[in-house]
């Protein structure tokens, strides 16, 4: 399989909790971006990577989330001390330099803090 | 900063042809974007426009007007299986191409 993919797809986690994401995108795609989806919204931007270096964040991404690309491959998104209002789906999506192909987005793994 | 308005639900039959409207407001155009999300799923691409005028891929075309600011999503010969939430979505200027997205269209296709 060639696409993107995101694990774990499914995660259910107390409030309070830590959690981690995994992104792996399209093998010769350099830019990667994580976004959040809520019932009913289109994604919201939060950060994105051009291969290593993370060349924006959204003021959504508050600092109990961090993003990382430490080769410029895989990425992963972690949340600490998570809050009932980060239950989501997170997304992640790459894509090449330009991007007027549009992005290629992973399947989601959706966060769920009770 | 960018704006974006589409319709939040649409209702069309098997066979017919159905247009999903979007309208933005950008500081900066940079092209724009067309994706399909099925429930439950990621959203795929379906169209990038850039220029004034309609491109056509198969059932789907879209439209775009940069003096309007205004784009169309047009289906034809609807199947049950179009069924899906339309997200219209505007990249930033200056080089980073984050996309702005619509709240979506949820289309209801009946038979």
């Known amino acids: 399989d060639t696409g993107v993919s995101q694990n774990p797809r499914h995660k259910i986690t107390k409030r309070g909790q830590n959690v981690t994401f995994r992104c792996d995108p399209i093998?010769?795609?350099?830019?990667l971006y994580w976004y959040r989806q809520t019932l009913g919204q289109g994604p919201e931007f939060l950060t994105y990577?051009?291969?290593?270096?993370?060349?924006?964040k959204s003021r959504l991404l508050s600092d109990r989330f961090s993003a990382e690309r430490p080769k410029g491959s895989f990425s992963t998104l972690e949340i600490q001390r998570t809050e009932q209002g980060d239950s989501a789906m997170y997304l992640c999506?790459?894509?090449?330099?330009?991007?007027?192909?549009?992005?290629?987005f992973g399947p989601g793994t959706r966060l769920t803090v009770t | 900063g960018q704006n974006i308005d589409q319709p939040t639900e649409m209702t069309a039959t098997e066979g017919a042809i159905v247009q999903i409207n979007c309208t933005y407001q950008t500081s900066g155009f940079n092209g724009l974007f067309w994706y399909q999300q099925h429930a439950g799923e990621a959203p795929t691409f379906l169209s990038y426009?850039?220029?004034?005028g309609l491109e056509e891929k198969g059932r789907f075309s879209s439209f775009l007007s940069r003096s309007k600011g205004y784009s169309y999503l047009l289906l034809k010969e609807l199947q049950m299986k179009d069924s899906a939430s339309y997200l219209c979505a505007v990249p930033a200027s200056g080089g980073s191409y984050i996309p702005t997205f619509g709240r979506g269209t949820s289309l209801i296709v009946h038979p």
């Open positions: 999506a790459s894509s090449l330099t330009g991007g007027f192909e549009g992005q290629y």
């Open positions: 990577f051009q291969n290593e270096a993370q060349l924006e």
């Open positions: 093998s010769e795609h350099n830019r």
């Open positions: 426009n850039v220029l004034d």
